[in-house]
């Protein structure tokens, strides 16, 4: 009997070694490990940096300039193709420093409102306007809401983009609500004293070229009657009238 006890004494003891790393074994594999930990904070911190970029992004984009390209063509002259006035006119829209103004006029891109419009005034040396629908959509002239005045320059580089000198854009009247715009051909800096007339936004030399070469009526000839008549009173009493055919917005930020 003491032999047999003997025997089964390290028997018992190994059973108890076995148990002991069984479950040491257990325990180390139930600890998650480190990599698991870190992983998970690495792209939650990853995130929130793309996050604040997009936002840093969309802000700047809210506050700077805007590119509006226009399509300009003569669609009833019958003169040599090379000799009628065309091309697309670069507008950059400077919304940081008129942001009213501007956001008026793009809404009016968006909203197609200056696709086939005429140059129903085209005076040389002074301005070439445009903003009537031909004809009149709905039978009414369009209406748009009047937007407050942006404050005036107060930098001399802001003061020589913000003042009527040629290659300069505003509303008619300095007034949103009639959706015309005209362009300055030449200098008409005295507009600058009227409440609203300070320009928010500027056309390029090239797009200047093409306006110049726009065909210049005698004011009072029934330019407007005719516009909101349509295409053929237009062809047939002011055939060399140019056209916008399309806006749209090129780039912002």
Same mark, same amino acid.
């Given at each position: 009997?003491?032999?047999?006890?003997?025997?089964?004494?390290?028997?018992?003891?190994?059973?108890?070694?076995?148990?002991?790393?069984?479950?040491?074994?257990?325990?180390?594999?139930?600890?998650?490990?480190?990599?698991?930990?870190?992983?998970?904070?690495?792209?939650? $911190?990853?995130? $929130?940096?793309?996050?604040? $970029?997009?936002?840093?992004?969309?802000?700047?984009?809210?506050?700077?300039?805007?590119?509006?390209?226009?399509?300009?063509?003569?669609? #009833?002259?019958?003169?040599?193709?090379?000799?009628?006035?065309?091309?697309?006119?670069?507008?950059?829209?400077?919304?940081?420093?008129?942001?009213?103004?501007?956001?008026?006029?793009?809404?009016?891109?968006?909203?197609?409102?200056?696709?086939?419009? *005429?140059?129903?005034?085209?005076?040389?040396?002074?301005?070439?306007?445009?903003?009537?629908?031909?004809?009149?959509?709905?039978?009414?002239?369009?209406?748009?809401?009047?937007?407050?005045?942006?404050?005036?320059?107060?930098?001399?580089?802001?003061?020589?983009?913000?003042?009527?000198?040629?290659?300069?854009?505003?509303?008619?009247?300095?007034?949103?609500?009639?959706?015309?715009? *005209?362009?300055?051909?030449?200098?008409?800096?005295?507009?600058?004293?009227?409440?609203? $007339?300070?320009?928010?936004?500027?056309?390029?030399?090239?797009?200047?070229?093409?306006?110049?070469?726009? #065909?210049? *009526?005698?004011?009072?000839?029934?330019?407007?009657?005719?516009?909101?008549?349509?295409?053929?009173?237009?062809?047939?009493?002011?055939?060399?009238?140019?056209?916008?055919?399309?806006?749209?917005?090129?780039?912002?930020?």
């Amino acid at each position: 009997m003491i032999g047999q006890q003997r025997k089964q004494r390290p028997s018992r003891w190994i059973g108890w070694a076995v148990s002991l790393i069984v479950f040491a074994f257990i325990v180390i594999c139930a600890k998650p490990p480190p990599d698991e930990i870190i992983i998970p904070t690495s792209a939650s $911190s990853s995130s $929130s940096k793309l996050s604040s $970029s997009a936002s840093a992004e969309s802000s700047i984009a809210a506050k700077g300039n805007v590119l509006v390209k226009c399509d300009l063509l003569t669609p #009833f002259d019958d003169r040599n193709e090379n000799e009628s006035s065309k091309g697309t006119l670069q507008i950059t829209v400077h919304r940081n420093l008129a942001p009213l103004a501007s956001n008026a006029f793009l809404d009016m891109i968006k909203s197609h409102h200056f696709d086939r419009n *005429y140059l129903f005034r085209v005076v040389k040396g002074f301005i070439v306007q445009w903003g009537i629908a031909s004809p009149p959509r709905d039978g009414d002239k369009t209406k748009f809401p009047k937007v407050d005045l942006d404050p005036p320059p107060t930098t001399n580089a802001d003061k020589s983009i913000r003042s009527n000198v040629r290659g300069t854009l505003n509303f008619a009247g300095g007034n949103s609500g009639t959706g015309q715009v *005209y362009i300055n051909r030449g200098n008409a800096s005295r507009l600058d004293k009227d409440p609203g $007339s300070l320009p928010f936004a500027t056309l390029d030399e090239r797009s200047m070229a093409i306006v110049d070469s726009v #065909f210049n *009526y005698k004011e009072g000839l029934g330019q407007v009657k005719a516009v909101h008549k349509g295409d053929d009173e237009v062809k047939k009493l002011f055939p060399r009238m140019s056209r916008i055919e399309k806006c749209w917005i090129a780039a912002a930020g």
